[in-house]
């Protein structure tokens, strides 16, 4: 599976091909253009469909003028995803072999998804190394993302080791004894 569509598909199939990998799925974290600008060419060129929570239907379904808003930015060419699967909380998914199960953690978006998969966390823009996700973009609530990070994500055990959706790998651990924004939530 490919999780999170950047706005460089040749880079994404690019290193796909390269690792000799045939994706079954792109699971999306949220509908930031960051995660999802290309995703219609993955998905079209991959022949697989994208998997997202219908809450981010407002972000995944108009990149473009996602981008306008945020940034100035035009982009006519950047399409959204066709082929389209949805997310719910608790979800489990057969994909490529391995089983995955899908946390609905709102509040970076309301949407957003983390993946846990063989212990592993794939923590998009909900938690990172020593911070968690920026709340002051459309759809942001840091209530709500507090109260999932607190109920959905502080749970797991130490050990879970977490891939962010920028920067380094970390653990619970690490997280529940360094990062300043969790301090109040244990």
């Not at 040749?10 to 290309?38: C, I």
Request: aromatic content about 6%; charged content about 20%; some cysteine.
């Amino acid at each position: 599976m490919i999780v999170d569509a950047p706005p460089d598909p040749d880079a994404v199939l690019g290193l796909v091909e390269r690792n000799g990998l045939a994706p079954v799925a792109l699971l999306l974290t949220h509908g930031h253009v960051d995660h999802t600008g290309g995703s219609f060419d993955i998905c079209q060129r991959a022949g697989i469909s994208a998997y997202v929570h219908p809450d981010d239907d407002f972000l995944t379904f108009d990149p473009a003028t996602q981008l306008r808003a945020l940034f100035g930015a035009e982009s006519a060419s950047l399409p959204a995803p066709d082929r389209v699967e949805r997310l719910f909380d608790g979800t489990r998914l057969a994909l490529g072999g391995l089983d995955i199960e899908v946390i609905h953690t709102p509040g970076h978006t309301p949407g957003h998804c983390c993946f846990m998969v063989e212990g592993r966390l794939l923590s998009g823009d909900h938690l990172f190394a020593g911070s968690i996700g920026r709340t002051d973009l459309p759809g942001g609530d840091m209530a709500e993302l507090l109260s999932s990070m607190r109920t959905k994500i502080l749970p797991l055990p130490d050990e879970t080791i977490v891939y962010p959706g920028h920067g380094p790998a970390t653990t619970m651990r690490a997280e529940r004894r360094s990062n300043p924004f969790l301090r109040d939530l244990l």
